[in-house]
């Protein structure tokens, strides 16, 4: 079932853009800090490994919500054809985190003698790698105008 949501009025052109790209920073970071937050509760009760994977959808699903309701505009699809978008972006944005999380807390922390708090931030710096590209996924494949919908602002 589709939920009918306000477009988000805005001017178009570049300023616009460059306004949905802060707005989707600004959810990013609160989606990253409740990955973060919870792959450290995960952590506590499996491996690091499987923590990053399960902390990823909480994070991946505040992300979903709140995208849908500040940055970008209504769709015209129903709510599980843009979580299932969602979803297929950040499959690519989670083995982009798994891989620099891991690399990092595995491999090169250890390899310069770096200890200080490593898988935390290992997985910090893993959370921010796909910021970009999940950005233009979002905006052209996760919530792109359904075909009859209003085209976006």
């Known amino acids: ?51 990053i994977v399960f902390a990823y959808l909480c994070g991946m699903t505040t992300a979903y919500g709140l995208n849908r309701l500040f940055v970008f505009s209504p769709s015209g699809r129903a709510v599980y054809d843009e979580y299932l978008r969602f979803t297929i972006v950040n499959l690519v944005a989670l083995t982009l985190v798994w891989t620099v999380s891991v690399g990092l807390a595995f491999y090169l922390f250890p390899a310069i003698g770096f200890t200080w708090h490593a898988e935390t931030v290992a997985h910090i710096v893993g959370v921010t790698v796909p910021a970009v590209t999940s950005y233009f996924g979002h905006r052209y494949f996760s919530f792109a105008a359904a075909t009859g919908a209003k085209p976006k602002g």
């Not at 949501?5 to 970071?29: D, I, M, Q, Y």
């Not at 409740?34 to 450290?40: A, D, F, P, T």
């Open 1 to 51: 079932m589709n939920q009918a949501r306000p477009a988000k009025s805005e001017p178009n052109g570049a300023g616009a853009e460059r306004h949905r790209f802060a707005r989707f920073l600004v959810v990013g970071g609160i989606a990253a800090l409740v990955n973060i937050l919870s792959r450290i509760g995960f952590n506590l009760v499996m491996s690091y490994e499987a923590a």
